[in-house]
């Protein structure tokens, strides 16, 4: 990463691993940065990784969904889990 470079991470093992999850700086292992290239505040931006990985960690580690399977979402509040899928 180059100096000043906006980059950022998901919790990965923050708050279980190591400590940080909700700190205002934390340092984290560099496979879990990535750089960023944005225009969404900060505020939007960082809501972005918890929605998809509800959606992801549903679709893929609870329901252990496999490509050409089907899945009916029915009362789609989270449009995000839509999306992915």
């Given at each position: 990463?180059?100096?000043?470079?906006?980059?950022?991470?998901?919790?990965?093992?923050?708050?279980?691993?190591?400590?940080?999850?909700?700190?205002?700086?934390?340092?984290?292992?560099?496979?879990?940065?990535?750089?960023?290239?944005?225009?969404l505040?900060?505020?939007?931006?960082?809501?972005?990784?918890?929605?998809?990985?509800?959606?992801w960690?549903?679709?893929?580690?609870?329901?252990?969904?496999?490509?050409?399977?089907?899945?009916?979402?029915?009362?789609?509040?989270?449009?995000?889990?839509?999306?992915?899928?």
């Open positions: 990463f180059e100096i000043g470079q906006t980059v950022a991470t998901a919790m990965g093992g923050m708050g279980r691993q190591f400590d940080g999850g909700y700190a205002e700086y934390t340092c984290v292992p560099a496979n879990q940065v990535q750089a960023i290239n944005t225009t505040d900060w505020k939007t931006f960082g809501a972005l990784p918890e929605m998809i990985q509800t959606a960690g549903s679709l893929n580690k609870a329901l252990q969904l496999q490509s050409g399977q089907r899945l009916l979402i029915r009362y789609a509040v989270l449009h995000v889990l839509v999306q992915y899928a």
